[in-house]
């Protein structure tokens, strides 16, 4: 493949090999099993975004803005205090160090890593028939069905990998998944500092360690995902 073939339908971006080996694809003509992923790029720059300077006076403004309107927050809710009627008056925002520091308010429901549940042999669950690669909107999802030695169990699973990086977490994959095999836990951090980390693979995704077996589903931390 050429550094400037096209990927998907934008014909405004050209693709620039980054160096990773790409799963299955998800629909016919996004690229060919074993090609290099590409990440999407302006083609070029003017000369003003070339010299940098409008975008970094634009951020400061933002970043100024923010930061006069949450000290002038914080003095409201102070004048308040020492009047002792500080109940009810909204305060600035908070810096949280994170890592070191972590929001204590996440959602229950909130849709964070993907997990394959699994069968209590310790096979996934998954039949591979591509519902949930079908349902992506982000085309993130890619599968390689392979015929299962159970002859009681159709199909599975030979590669299943997750494009965390493109996920936006909208949980159809979960909702589309006919064998309840897919699912999206409450855990939030799944930075990393290398691209090549963020497709996830079936390993990855079984590892989180089950520790329940109920029927055919195990779930993580002794408890089934309440809705």
């Known amino acids: 493949m050429s550094d400037h073939q096209k990927l998907g339908h934008n014909a405004a971006f050209p693709a620039l090999v980054d160096g990773q080996l790409l799963p299955q694809p998800a629909y016919q003509g996004e690229f060919t099993e074993g090609e290099f992923v590409k990440y999407y790029n302006p083609s070029s720059l003017t000369a003003s975004e070339r010299a940098f300077l409008p975008a970094i006076l634009g951020g400061l403004k933002i970043t100024g803005l923010r930061f006069f309107k949450n000290m002038a927050q914080w003095t409201r809710w102070f004048g308040a205090w020492i009047r002792g009627k500080s109940e009810g008056v909204q305060r600035g925002a908070v810096t949280i160090y994170y890592p070191d520091e972590m929001r204590p308010d996440f959602s229950p429901i909130n849709r964070g890593k993907h997990i394959l549940t699994m069968r209590e042999n310790g096979d996934p669950q998954c039949v591979a028939c591509y519902m949930c690669a079908t349902a992506c909107p982000a085309f993130c999802i890619h599968i390689v069905a392979g015929e299962h030695p159970d002859p009681h169990v159709e199909k599975y699973p030979v590669r299943f990998d997750i494009e965390i990086d493109k996920c936006i977490f909208c949980g159809y994959c979960e909702e589309a998944c006919p064998v309840d095999a897919i699912r999206l836990t409450t855990d939030v ?17 079984m590892s989180w360690n089950p520790t329940q077996a109920e029927q055919e589903h195990c779930y993580p931390g002794d408890q089934p995902r309440k809705d």
Do not use: G, N
């Open 189 to 205: 951090h799944l930075t990393d500092f290398k691209r090549e980390r963020m497709v996830y693979d079936k390993e990855f995704l």
